[in-house]
């Protein structure tokens, strides 16, 4: 297991690699650049912007500059971890020496920040919003699921389906407005829009107001909006593996022992069904941590979805490749813990 | 008998009373009352001592803050000198001042950081008189503080800070995107900015470039600027956020970063506390900043700015934690209809006009009399009040008025061209004859192009609606993403008709109809755009920028646009934005003509 882990991380390298690559390519294939403005520039003043961003150098040039200065640590008597050239990882080295790694470089469209600070500062609170959606998103949709295939054609399974369908057929652009007119407007229990945690976060995601009602009440709405959609995809596929599981032959065995019908549903039945949705979990957990364009704009959540779009519109070039690397990096990671998590759930799943 | 009991209820009310004053630590104050009572018929007055009735719990008050909406979208930078959009300018406004100031509302130029100044002879070069003792100031966690320099003695704001602030902005290797708002008009600043083969200077060619700019510290408050021309926009310029003054040592120390919270810097009447990026921004009371009579001492204590979508504000304000917000399109009818809603609207004007160019050299357009009729056959007036829905003002032509130099509908009424479905038809005739087409079918296709937005489309599919009705000329209307849109329309394949918007950045005639239409503009590039060129339009424009009879010169702005949109007819105006707004009932506010609020004249009444 250790041996499969080290090598799908090593692969995960050559991954962000090939996806850094094609990344660039499209970006600078597409017409229009970060300094093209609706009052247009004069030509050398948007020649002064390119060279102090070294877009004015060949392509394979920048591309070779960008991947120095992300993959290669590098070491500097510069010390000055304030100034623009800050990395993700900084490190004192004794010498009055100091080590940088992984700086993704400025942003063009905020030209006091850098993609650095974007991910410091927007990204946890993404993550934030991504866990306790997921959260509300399982607890919702698995019982539901569950409850769906084995009461079968019962009204209950009805009523969950219905449930579900509904959250499915809800998008957050319709249901999140409807929240904050009902709770925020009308009986003004909830903040309609806005955020209860600021950097800087304790271990890089954790809010230091996370013990406060006023974290809580900001996160309500957004994460029951975001939660219910995905509940309902999780509630649909548990149903539909779990009504799968339950005619197999071994499940048929373990009833033939007397085994009891709970111990049937939840060791047997239950943990085979889960494979499929675990499968569908991972990707979303990388989806819904690094932020989601739709909910973060009605809710006014400060979080990373946006930057996928504006990077892109404005085209920001370190901010879309910053974005894309982080999102695979996600994505690769989640894809691991599925497999992991496979081999916990399904014996006969092996990687040595 | 009733009154025998009333007079028992009585006595027993000031026996209790007293018990009550007596009891009472400490003692609230005795009052001596009259009381007219009927005893059995006959009007006794009797004077009764009771105690003043404890004061009522003091009125709920709100918090001297003042909550108001950006849009969507971090705010890009607090640098004086790259700051290129509203959000950004407006709080520089607010946490720096320049040396002259523009009244929100008359747009008169008053005095800021100047006291007084003087215009040489030549008209080309004035000397900025600077008040003193006007400290830069910075938010140290807790309270704003005076900078101190090395040696522990505040740094007051000095010309040479100006001239420090001004060279920067117009440096090739700041990058600026504004600079050549200076580089068109202050003396040397077109050498420096745009110097040719910047990396292969030595040192000292680039410190000679840099000290022929036209800007120069006479000494700590005097500050010398020299302009290319006599204008009359000139001033305006020197107050524009291009020519601050910036704190040199801060941003030689920490670069680009300089305007991050906890380092920023600055003098202006709020200083800013707090930039929660993405979400929102705090300025606070600058309390070292003396008050002048254009720009008095704050009232409000913070303004708070939130980064919203329209959508999101609106819900805030109506849950009452917002005192300012812009009312999007979908909710325009029903705060109309509401009762308090409609009286907390204000729509108001906007420095902004929204155009369709016509590229002049591509058929059909190609022929001033198929230009008029398109420009004839839109019906403003029915865009607006059912399309656009936001109380915008049809434009007869593109120059905003309100602005210095601009025609207004009340001394130009019949300026440019007024809507008219039967001059419409009357143009489209003189074409067909010209071009000897006796069917309409015969016309080449009209190609419309519009950036990709839902509100440009609905606008585009209304005037095509109204080209096939007046005229049955069919456009094809088709739309591109923002940026690929903006290189399509300055390359060689514009289409017939595009469309573009602009925003003031300063309120004069001069960034309006020449620096978007006279060649090289923003609407008129050297290759697109309208590809026009008319000789008089542009010697029009040149000589009304040195024009300093004001009537005279707004009459020589009136000729241009009736060159631009009638006799030529290049470009389509269509209308003139506005502001709609919704502002709670205890807000004492001004109403800006210029882009930007100056919340240091705005109150709040805070007792609810």
């Known amino acids: ?352 | 008998m009733y009154s025998k009991k009333w007079t028992v209820i009585l006595g027993a009310l000031m026996v209790v009373s007293m018990l009550l004053s007596a009891c009472a630590t400490p003692t609230p104050e005795e009052v001596i009352i009259e009381v007219t009572k009927i005893v059995e018929g006959e009007t006794v007055v009797e004077q009764v001592v009771v105690t003043a009735t404890p004061e009522p719990p003091a009125a709920e008050m709100r918090d001297n803050v003042l909550h108001v909406s950006f849009g969507p979208g971090d705010v890009p930078t607090l640098d004086p000198s790259l700051g290129t959009d509203t959000s950004s300018i407006q709080v520089v406004e607010e946490i720096t001042v320049g040396l002259v100031r523009l009244h929100e509302e008359t747009l008169a130029i008053e005095p800021g950081m100047a006291e007084s100044w003087d215009l040489s002879d030549d008209g080309k070069t004035y000397t900025f008189h600077l008040r003193e003792g006007i400290p830069w100031v910075r938010w140290n966690g807790s309270a704003v503080e005076e900078v101190l320099d090395a040696d522990g003695n505040v740094r007051y704001v000095t010309a040479h800070d100006f001239e420090y602030g001004t060279k920067r902005t117009v440096n090739p290797e700041t990058g600026s995107g504004y600079a050549y708002v200076l580089g068109m008009t202050m003396a040397g600043v077109e050498d420096y900015l745009y110097a040719e083969n910047w990396d292969e200077l030595s040192d000292e060619e680039k410190a000679e470039l840099r000290d022929g700019v036209g800007v120069k510290a006479l000494d700590d408050y005097t500050l010398e600027m020299t302009f290319l021309t006599e204008a009359a926009y000139n001033l305006n310029i020197s107050g524009m956020w291009v020519a601050r003054a910036e704190p040199q040592w801060l941003i030689e120390e920490k670069g680009d970063r300089w305007s991050e919270p906890g380092f920023n810097q600055g003098y202006g009447p709020y200083a800013l506390k707090e930039w929660v990026h993405d979400s929102t921004m705090t300025i606070v009371a600058n309390p070292f900043w003396p008050g002048i009579e254009s720009v008095p001492q704050p009232v409000i204590k913070e303004v708070q700015f939130s980064m919203l979508d329209a959508s999101a504000a609106f819900a805030e304000y109506e849950a009452g934690n917002m005192e300012v917000a812009g009312v999007p399109s979908a909710d325009i009818d029903r705060v109309k209809a509401d009762p308090t809603l409609s009286e907390e609207l204000i729509i108001a004007p906007d420095g902004c006009a929204y155009y369709y160019g016509f590229n002049t050299e591509k058929a059909p357009v190609d022929n001033v009399h198929m230009r008029r009729a398109l420009s004839y056959a839109v019906d403003r007036l029915d865009l607006v009040e059912n399309v656009t829905k936001g109380g915008q003002e049809p434009a007869q032509w593109f120059c905003r008025p309100g602005m210095a130099g601009c025609p207004t509908m009340e001394t130009h009424p019949d300026l440019g061209i007024k809507s008219s479905a039967d001059k419409a038809k009357e143009e489209l005739a003189l074409y067909m004859e010209e071009m000897g087409y006796a069917d309409v079918s015969e016309i080449p296709e009209v190609q419309l192009m519009h950036n990709t937005s839902e509100g440009h489309k609905q606008i585009a599919e209304a005037i095509a609606e109204m080209w096939h009705e007046t005229l049955g000329i069919q456009p094809t209307v088709t739309n591109q993403e923002w940026k690929v849109y903006l290189k399509t329309i300055r390359s060689e394949d514009v289409p017939a008709v595009w469309r573009l918007g602009w925003c003031l950045d300063y309120p004069d005639a001069n960034n309006f109809t020449r620096e978007v239409f006279a060649k090289g503009g923003s609407g008129n590039p050297e290759v697109g755009g309208l590809n026009w060129l008319n000789e008089d339009f542009e010697q029009i424009v040149l000589d009304a920028a040195v024009e300093p009879d004001p009537v005279k010169r707004t009459q020589m702005y009136a000729d241009a646009e009736q060159i631009l949109v009638y006799e030529d007819a290049a470009v389509l105006p269509i209308y003139w934005y506005t502001m709609v707004n919704v502002t709670k009932p205890y807000v004492n506010r001004t109403y800006s003509n210029h882009g930007h609020d100056y919340y240091e004249k705005w109150s709040l009444e805070l007792e609810k």
């Open chain 1, 1 to 352: 297991m250790g041996r499969y882990i080290i090598q799908r991380f090593l692969w995960m390298f050559f991954v962000l690699f090939v996806i850094s690559m094609i990344t660039f390519a499209m970006m600078h294939a597409v017409p229009g650049g970060p300094f093209t403005q609706e009052k247009a520039l004069p030509p050398e003043i948007i020649a002064n912007l390119e060279k102090r961003y070294h877009l004015d150098e060949p392509y394979w040039k920048q591309y070779l500059l960008y991947i120095d200065k992300v993959m290669v640590p590098h070491i500097s008597k510069d010390a000055n971890p304030e100034m623009m050239d800050e990395a993700l990882v900084g490190i004192s080295l004794p010498g009055g020496n100091y080590l940088r790694w992984i700086n993704f470089g400025p942003s063009y469209s905020s030209r006091s920040r850098t993609v650095n600070d974007i991910f410091r500062e927007q990204l946890p609170v993404s993550i934030q919003l991504g866990i306790i959606s997921m959260a509300v998103a399982i607890t919702i949709g698995l019982p539901l699921g569950v409850i769906s295939a084995l009461k079968q054609n019962t009204i209950w399974d009805f009523l969950g389906m219905s449930v579900a369908i509904f959250g499915v057929s809800m998008p957050v652009v319709a249901m999140g407005p409807i929240l904050i007119w009902i709770f925020g407007v009308t009986l003004k229990w909830l903040p309609p829009t806005g955020w209860g945690a600021k950097p800087p976060f304790t271990l890089f995601f954790i809010p230091n107001t996370i013990g406060s009602w006023d974290f809580w009440k900001h996160t309500l709405m957004p994460a029951f909006a975001v939660g219910t959609g995905y509940s309902a995809i999780i509630a649909r596929l548990t149903r539909a593996s779990l009504l799968q599981v339950i005619h197999e032959d071994y499940i048929r065995t373990a009833r033939a022992k007397g085994l009891s019908e709970r111990v049937v549903t939840t060791r047997h039945a239950l943990r085979n069904a889960l494979i499929p949705v675990v499968t569908i979990l991972g990707p979303m957990f990388a989806g819904v941590l690094t932020g989601l364009f739709v909910v973060e704009q009605v809710f006014g959540i400060p979080g990373m979805g946006k930057y996928f779009i504006t990077s892109i519109t404005n085209r920001d070039y370190p901010v879309i490749m910053g974005a894309v690397l982080m999102y695979a990096f996600f994505l690769v990671v989640s894809n691991v813990f599925v497999d992991i998590t496979y081999a916990w759930l399904d014996p006969r799943i092996r990687y040595d």
